[in-house]
């Protein structure tokens, strides 16, 4: 099926068999491997994608349903190639990652809770990053991050969302 | 972990929507997609035909008709969960619904998915039977309605007609007086499958005595269920009357083991819980009164 996805503010027509998973298009299709393959059947939150501002599981999606759907993943997260975003920035300070696997989809959540809320509690945090498993850190140099990127964003002026600003 | 091959449809009317499930018995509803979808990678289900109902608009929304709030089958439920309305009329179904899976699953998460899905551990499905909500389906019938004790026969094994789409489900407001509502449940992860949780509302007159009392156990077993105990009616629901009652509600109450939890660490769990999700609904009643 041909299906037009708009991914990073870039849209691709892409042929799909209604069976791939938004995940398995956006990495073999659209050639993003930033999403990360863990449990494909919706429990690791590793392949977490924002899918017009919601984060959800890239896993549980077939790519023929996001036709039109604004979806950002974790290059979008950079303001330009090869940069990092303040919350990725923010992961790298606090040590908020080690094998790194489950970090996109961290970081994902992380933005679906910020730009709701830029003054999470530490309790907000735990529940936005609640469905994402990581097996490295522990969760509480991740927690730290999202409460100094927090930090970061009230503290700043420039645009939440790179894709805003392009 | 990839699904098998299937054809997919996305109609644009609930009748187009109703014609394709009709067409073809082994043709599947997708609506969220948060259950059906990991059992399509496992395998477990394998669908011809998957009728993408999740943007059609007349399944979507909350509003209010009569003495019901009416839920539409593919309201996400997060939408829910934000929903004034929700909050206000249905305080056991608000109380409820930040324990149904995680965020990013809610987002996509439909409340008709979760009824339809029939799992023994659904929070919506233990609310709309502590409640006696309705639920709503179309088919070749023409409308028809559920009660949940109609509804709900055993793990994914429902009343569902064959067919059928689920349009709403229809949950009764509110009862006049200070109203509180509790819900607790034990999961090895918060938002994961429990293995056991209760659901409780209460009703105080102005006195703090207590008019009417609900309370109902989920996951414990096949099917959510409304338990008894109408007997704390009349009384100040101290800890004591909620424990006695709790006790005698729960006993012969059906308990599964697996590999999660044993039948008898369940039934303890259920009345534990099913005691603090009184307590909580009594203490919010109480502080409905002093505002």
């Known amino acids: 099926m041909r299906t037009s996805l708009r991914v990073n503010g870039r849209t691709r027509e892409v042929e799909v068999e209604p069976r791939m998973t938004l995940l398995d298009a956006l990495r073999d299709k659209c050639g993003l491997k930033g999403t990360h393959a863990g449990c494909e059947h919706g429990v690791c939150g590793a392949c977490t994608v924002l899918v017009d501002g919601e984060a959800v599981r890239s896993c549980l999606m077939f790519a023929v349903q996001c036709d039109d759907m604004e979806i950002t993943t974790v290059e979008g997260m950079a303001p330009e190639e090869g940069e990092l975003g303040m919350i990725q920035d923010s992961f790298c300070e606090t040590h908020g990652l080690q094998c790194g696997y489950c970090t996109p989809g961290m970081v994902i959540a992380a933005r679906a809770l910020l730009e709701k809320n830029d003054e999470p509690t530490d309790h907000d945090i735990r529940e936005a990053i609640s469905g994402n498993i990581c097996r490295c850190t522990g969760y509480g140099q991740i927690v730290e991050a999202i409460r100094l990127a927090a930090k970061r964003l009230r503290e700043s002026n420039v645009a939440r969302s790179p894709e805003a600003a392009r | ?291």
């Open chain 2, 1 to 291: 972990m990839k699904a098998a091959p299937f054809e997919y449809i996305r109609p644009a009317s609930v009748e187009e929507a109703r014609a394709a499930l009709g067409a073809d018995p082994d043709s599947r509803v997708l609506a969220g997609g948060q259950t059906l979808v990991p059992m399509l990678a496992m395998r477990l289900s394998r669908p011809s035909v998957l009728v993408d109902v999740s943007r059609l608009a007349d399944l979507r929304g909350i509003e209010e008709s009569g003495e019901r709030v009416v839920i539409r089958a593919a309201t996400r439920q997060a939408e829910a969960l934000r929903s004034d309305l929700v909050r206000r009329e249905v305080p056991l179904l608000a109380a409820a619904l930040p324990h149904v899976g995680h965020p990013p699953t809610r987002a996509r998460g439909t409340v008709g998915g979760s009824v339809a899905h029939g799992d023994p551990s659904a929070e919506i499905s233990l609310a709309a039977t502590v409640l006696g909500a309705t639920i709503h389906f179309l088919s070749d019938e023409g409308e028809e309605e559920f009660a949940p004790e109609d509804f709900f026969f055993g793990p994914t094994v429902t009343a569902a007609p064959m067919g059928g789409l689920l349009t709403h489900v229809a949950f009764p407001k509110r009862p006049k007086g200070r109203v509180g509502a509790g819900f607790r449940e034990v999961a090895s992860r918060r938002g994961d499958y429990a293995f056991a949780s209760a659901g409780a509302q209460v009703v105080l007159d102005g006195d703090g005595s207590c008019t009417e009392a609900r309370l109902g156990i989920g996951s414990v077993g096949d099917a959510p269920v409304a338990v008894d105990v109408s007997e704390l009616a009349g009384g100040t629901l101290s800890q004591q009357d909620i424990q006695a009652a709790v006790a005698e509600a729960l006993e012969g109450l059906d308990c599964v083991d697996d590999l999660h939890a044993t039948a008898t660490y369940r039934r303890r769990a259920a009345a534990r819980l099913a005691e603090q999700a009184l307590a909580e609904a009594r203490d919010a009643a109480l502080e409905e009164g002093a505002q």
